[in-house]
């Protein structure tokens, strides 16, 4: 028998192949492992933060080009796509939570023929019908134009396919659609033999379709428009815009607001968190709780090693996300609604969400809130709010590890600064911390373990003193150590000060317990400080004490007392006219938790805003199947709710209804 000759190009793949088994041989077997029992929300993946990161990877997230993302309401299947061959083939994948347990995602049985490209899906807000693109045949059509169709829910699977139909879809190409609450459909259209896309909506009446119309010149700019998801009240649009000149990179996200009128705001781009310079993207989606915005980006790793490109990096990059192709991406949603004060016209300047009070976070109500996640709350130690009195710049403590500092952030022009180290607090041989200002903002106080001219340095927290720094223009000056009678031998820590100029401080005591103190400022000299009484300085232990203003209140964090919820808690004093103190209340469990300590807290100078420091941390939601994972362990290091101490806001007019009658 004659001897056959194997091909080149087989004998290639061959040894690729095997290379590749051999290289990365975790990525190979991965396919083949069995699947994780994965039982909470979105596929027991932690949630994100203000910080784009990759949906479930290794599930959804993973070398395939991916996109597309749907769920239905309840939350129990979600919908995802992938390609292969520059689209050669395409399928819609679904996993399903069945018996609370998640499926491995596999391809769609209505999209699983090889010959017919199915992308796009989407679940109208009612669960009841899912809609998608296909080329399909239609009747007696040999290939179908790119057309949106829908199956209806039939108990707990979905009917067979049919073509949408006109006035929807035309002899041009129709693409992802949306769909509101009453049944309108937002959708791209492309006129044959044109690349060019348009954004379209038909409205639903009395079941029908009515004549799709394109929608007006606030939406449709740039060169190409295209994939709009529509809010399901329709109160906004997040679509992809190329050549605007606002782009960051190739396509990017924008976003547009509905007004009652049914006019378009000019739309938003959503900046660089979400559109990268070497990015793009085209199918944006926000989950049915409106709590994650998903969206699809290309995003490219650096390449491993030194830097400089092999075919062995190349070929690892090729594995795994980011390596260019379109992948899944999720983040808080949170920031969508904060853009629309841009969307009304206000500058669009630095890190999008940046813009009006706190630094543009979404104001808290009658429960308490993390403080702008991911951007200030991150997963370190984070406490110690300072707002000067006019509300435009903020300072915040961080800890992390040896590294003890304040972040400073500033409004300029309506728009706030991105946090960075404050000028007088970058020296990383000093700690600093708690930042406190003086009513008038010309003054700042602080903690620094430096030496005092009289004290000699030591190590770590040896010293601990309260500094100033005075506003010189638009800065700040160099530290000074506050003078005696305040500073001593002993540790002084967290100023707050009153409008009058007193000055509260904690001050360690014999035997190492602290106490609280003030100090009477009199013609610009702090006098002695005196111990504050016994309702004041209760439990075994307190420190860290806000004072009000007006001087009216305390709130500090007390130890060893009877009402103690957990270790250390938040409490409020009041103080009565003739300079007496009430005896000590503690904040409720709304502040105080058993596993929480307190560490510091203060109220915003406009009085609206409690801020403080907890460490709450919920085992049952970080960790939904009851045991730790490497993957969760992971995402929850630079993460809000981790255990570390975050900060968080709530309305402040509860404080009041505490003051002992």
């Not at 492992?33 to 990161?53: C, H, I, K, M, N």
């Not at 310079?277 to 915005?293: A, H, L």
């Not at 005591?509 to 003030?518: H, V």
């Not at 007496?580 to 307190?598: D, F, H, M, Q």
């Amino acid at each position: 028998m004659r001897k056959m000759n194997t091909p080149a190009w087989v004998l290639a793949t061959l040894i690729c192949a095997s290379f590749l088994a051999h290289e990365f041989p975790p990525l190979l077997a991965a396919a083949g492992a069995d699947f994780p029992e994965l039982t909470g929300d979105y596929l027991d993946q932690p949630s994100p933060g203000t910080r784009p990161v990759l949906f479930a990877p290794g599930i959804v997230g993973t070398a395939l080009p991916t996109r597309d993302v749907a769920m239905t309401p309840d939350g129990n299947e979600i919908y995802f796509c992938v390609t292969v061959g520059n689209y050669r083939y395409a399928a819609i994948m679904v996993t399903r939570r069945v018996a609370g347990r998640w499926t491995e995602p596999q391809v769609a049985s209505f999209a699983d023929n090889p010959d017919w490209l199915d992308l796009e899906p989407c679940i109208s807000p009612d669960g009841q019908r899912f809609f998608f693109l296909s080329d399909r045949p239609d009747g007696a059509e040999e290939k179908g134009d790119h057309d949106i169709w829908v199956m209806d829910r039939q108990g707990d699977t979905w009917g067979e396919p049919y073509n949408l139909g006109p006035p929807v879809n035309s002899a041009d190409s129709e693409f992802f659609p949306s769909v509101t609450r009453d049944g309108t459909i937002y959708f791209a259209r492309s006129p044959q033999g044109s690349s060019e896309h348009r954004i379209m909506r038909a409205r639903l009446v009395d079941g029908r379709y009515q004549e799709p119309e394109e929608l007006g010149p606030a939406i449709n700019q740039g060169s190409m428009q295209f994939n709009a998801f529509i809010a399901p009240d329709e109160s906004y649009l997040i679509y992809s815009i190329a050549g605007k000149a606002e782009n960051i990179g190739t396509a990017d996200y924008y976003i547009s607001f509905r007004d009652e009128q049914d006019g378009w705001s000019e739309p938003v781009n959503l900046g660089d968190r979400v559109n990268p310079v070497e990015g793009s993207g085209w199918s944006p989606y926000v989950s049915p709780d409106g709590r994650f915005f998903f969206f699809m980006s290309r995003r490219t790793a650096a390449p491993s090693g030194d830097g400089l490109l092999s075919y062995q990096n190349i070929l690892q990059s090729y594995q795994e996300p980011p390596n260019g192709n379109a992948a899944i991406y999720w983040m808080d949603a949170g920031f969508l609604a904060e853009l629309k004060d841009q969307a009304a016209g206000n500058a669009d300047r630095g890190e999008p969400g940046l813009a009006g009070p706190y630094l543009g976070q979404t104001p808290p109500g009658d429960e308490p809130r993390i403080f702008a996640p991911g951007l200030i709350s991150n997963g370190m130690t984070n406490r110690d709010v300072a707002l000067s009195p006019a509300g435009d710049e903020m300072f915040c403590g961080l800890a992390f590890g040896k590294i003890v500092t304040i972040l400073h952030s500033r409004l300029i022009d309506g728009q706030w600064t991105a946090p960075e180290v404050a000028s007088f607090a970058r020296n990383p041989d000093f700690y600093c911390f708690e930042p406190a200002f003086a009513i008038d903002g010309r003054t700042l106080y602080f903690l620094s373990n430096r030496a005092t001219a009289d004290q000699e340095q030591q190590p770590g927290w040896g010293n601990q003193n309260l500094y100033a720094v005075d506003r010189q223009g638009d800065g700040w000056s160099d530290p000074r150590a506050l003078p005696a009678p305040v500073n001593s031998a002993a540790y002084e820590y967290y100023p707050s000060l009153t409008r009058d100029g007193t000055l509260y401080f904690t001050r360690s005591e014999p035997g190492g317990q602290p106490a609280i103190y003030r100090s009477r400022q009199v013609a610009g000299a702090y006098q002695e400080p005196e111990r504050m009484p016994d309702q004041v300085n209760c439990g075994t232990s307190r420190y860290n004490a806000f004072v009000s203003p007006e001087e009216s209140y305390l709130i500090l964090c007390v130890q060893g007392h009877e009402q103690n919820i957990g270790p250390v808690d938040y409490f409020i004093c009041f103080r009565n006219p003739d300079d007496t103190w009430t005896e000590a209340v503690n904040l409720g469990e709304k502040i105080n938790a058993p596993a929480s300590r307190a560490a510091s807290a203060c109220v915003s100078p406009d009085g609206q805003y409690l801020f403080f420091a907890a460490s709450f941390s919920d085992a049952a939601q970080a960790f939904p199947e009851g045991k730790l994972s490497r993957q969760r362990l992971a995402a929850l290091h630079d993460s809000p709710g981790n255990g570390s101490s975050d900060i968080y806001w709530i309305r402040a007019d509860f404080l009041a209804g505490l003051r002992p009658r």
